[in-house]
């Protein structure tokens, strides 16, 4: 996340939920992450191991390009260590983990070449744009992949996998409006299920369809 000063940070702590509720929240700082960073959702493995996080943003190069890297934290050892890169650098990169592999959904970036100089020109709602993107990642072969994409460009949105392996998406934001300087948020509910399309297609490749519309369910993590 970032401090009081926008400046992305490594910080990592553990908050014992046995204290919630009590006068004193106990919170324990664990070994900092390798890379510095903000605009970070992350998860943990279904076994319970150890958890992910990959993408985000960084005051290092002036924001003006997402990370791509990718960290796995192993709870037993207090450490962090390297996973291969996303194939498209992205903040706000949603994360799923599911059986036994995990998912890169979504996320922003600046426009392209904008570390170079390009777009330096536009509004600052204008420079940055939503991503369809949906990355997954074998352990098998240690490869991160792109296997589909939304119907539609959007970030800061919430996800959860139910029983049988499916995942939903939950609104989230858009492409930048000039007529309200805002992006938009959105109340779509997206749904794919992983065994359905492994078992018609015998790859990867997964399809998204809205299946709608509902309160925002809208979540922000810094």
Known sequence: ???????????????????LGQPALLIELQAPMITARGDIIGTV??????????GGFTHENGFCAPLGS?????????????????????????LVHTEDRL???GGERQVEGYCEGAGSHLDPGDRTVGTDEVEIYNP??????????????????????DSDGSIY???????????????RTTD??????????KKSSGANSLSFSVVMNATLIFVVVV
Not at 140 to 158: M, Y
Request: net charge negative; glycine share 6%.
């Open 169 to 183: 998406t939950f609104g989230g934001q858009t492409a930048h409006d000039i007529s309200c300087q805002c992006f």
């Open 1 to 19: 996340g970032y401090n009081q000063g926008y400046n992305a940070t490594t910080m990592t702590a553990r908050i014992d939920a046995r204290t």
């Open 45 to 54: 493995a279904p076994n319970g191991e150890s958890a992910f996080v990959t």
């Open 103 to 105: 998912y890169a959904l």
């Open 140 to 161: 098998s072969t240690d490869t991160w992949s792109v296997v589909a994409s939304f119907a539609d460009h959007k970030f800061r949105f919430a996800a959860a996998v």
């Open 188 to 197: 779509d509910v997206q749904v794919f299920s992983t065994k359905t399309s």
């Open 70 to 94: 990718t960290e796995q934290f192993i709870f037993d050892t207090n450490e962090w260590r390297y996973l291969p890169d996303l194939v498209k650098d992205r903040g706000e990169v949603v």
